[in-house]
């Protein structure tokens, strides 16, 4: 027993003796608190003449110990307590003067319904407004009264088109190959292996090809985005431009989406060859179709509409991509937790949006017989 | 009645994030020429007033008047109009980092005047020299150190000869020093340009070097529990707050 106690009613005096390093003993506190509350107690005497060495441990013992008493209107005297150790005491509790927030109570079925209601129609205003801040600023743009610095927009696109050649056309090359080998599996089971050309050049540029650049930009650029606004947002780049009354939609926001609504489509044309020539490499290296056949068959199967329809959804992710990295950058918090946050929403939502928007673009195009 | 040496009068003001009230019913006036000191401890509200001051937060209740118009209330064409005659000096500086110390100081030079590219490389200069950073001009803000970044977001801070400069905690992360020199930077363009300057700052040397009234923010109630010269909020304190703060935790012998 380290809290030795005599009880002596309606005192009690808590001998402190020996040493009271890595002291973890809640039951002992608890043995304490329970006869203080049983035999109707009113003093507590701590008597610390043979304190041995101690740590923090024993403090929060008694800060404890004190609290609870406090609560019960009970007195405490400290009795040849070493300085050092009432300091720290006292310290402790001047550091525990402010009352902590009061917690959120559980609000009832309705209410919560309602309090989701409210804040998804702000999330839905607050994305409306800065889409409509967006439309403003090309509205400005279009009348050349937009402040935006050609050296942006200009990096911006540099950032968007070659640097990102590479990794398009590996991976739109690797789908191609792909969906080459997964149509093979069931098309040579008819002895129609040939169609594999028709299969990839039809997919690559319908739609696979936007696609791919869209995921590929969204992981890529996209984050970059958002990373890069919301640092600014940390660093309080944002609120200089705020109060110097710089629309952050003119000076950061449209040179990024120019630039990647402008390069997306042409990634999407890259995107397409490389996929094709995926497509090529296992139709001829694997199946064994004539080069000339496979090609003849390539450009029976490519046509302009299939083209213009992959271009169109190249531009539709280009702007997506852009708003959500965008978006979620200048909404940022201020700690680098928040930049991560905002670098994985922008990611995350841009490409839920390409697949909405992917849906909603094919049913208008069914629709319309495109 | 708007007394015209009256800068920014700041009545029944209250800052609150969602249920929680940070500040309530504040009420003060900031004097043309003033070195006006927003003082208090860690957590107060002292940054979330800057930013209610500077329009970077909206108003939850109460008035802000800047020259005798209705800051709070007033359209968003006037409020840049105002934003426009203030100039901020935020923690960190916020330099744009891609663009050089003379490409930050012209952002606003190039944006609200018409000035020809050759006057605002010459003011670009003027500005930096002000600050003691002649030669600069095409330095980034990572080639600098945290003392200078200040001084060159304070160059671009005047660059549009403002009539408000705000501080945002000046002396933070300066050596003696360099936080001696930004104070004695202050107090010349205060008082050879007549510039009313904001500074929010817990630095005791700072607040009685430059300070000529101030506010103290008590994070406890929640208001302001101290108005005036800081030099005379120490000779008469209106309570033991501000005496504890003003002589870093010093007991009042006749307290």
Redesign the interface.
Known sequence: MKLKFVEDKPKITLFLDGDYINFDDQSELQNLLDTVQNNKINLIKINAANLGHWDSTLIVVLYELTKQVHNQRIEIVYEKFPPNLKRLLDLAFMVDR?PS?PQKEELPFLETIGDWGICLWKKITKGLGFLGQCMKSFGRWLKADA?MRRV?FL?ALQDCTYKAVGIVSLVSFMVGLILAFVGAVQLKTFGAQIYVASLVAIGMTRIMGAIMVGIIMAGRTGASYAATIGT?QV???I??L?????PISDFLVLPRILALSLSVPFLVILADFMGIIGGAAVGIFMLDIPVNEYYRYTINALNLTNFWVGLFHGLVFGIIISVCGCYFGVFCGRNADSVGKATTEAVVSAIVWMIVMTGIITFIFEVLGI | MTNSQVKIEVSGLTIAYGD?VLLKNLKFNINKGDVFIIMGGSGCGKSSLL?VL???TPVTIGKIMIDGINFTSASQDVR??I??K?G?L???G?????MTLAENIA??LK??TNYSEKLISELVSLKLSLVGLTGFEDFYPSEISGGMKKRAGLA?ALALDPQIVYFDEPSAGLDPISSKMLDDLIMEINQSLGTTIVVVTHELNSIFNIGTNSIFLDG?TKSITGYGNPKDLLKNPPNEEVYKFLTRGGERKNA
């Open positions: 402010k927030l402040i942006d990096f600014m660093n309080e780049e609120d200089a705020k109060t110097m009354g710089i | 929680f930013r500077t329009g970077l840049n109009e934003m426009q203030n901020i935020y923690q960190g916020a330099l744009f980092s891609s952002l606003p944006q609200y671009r406890n």
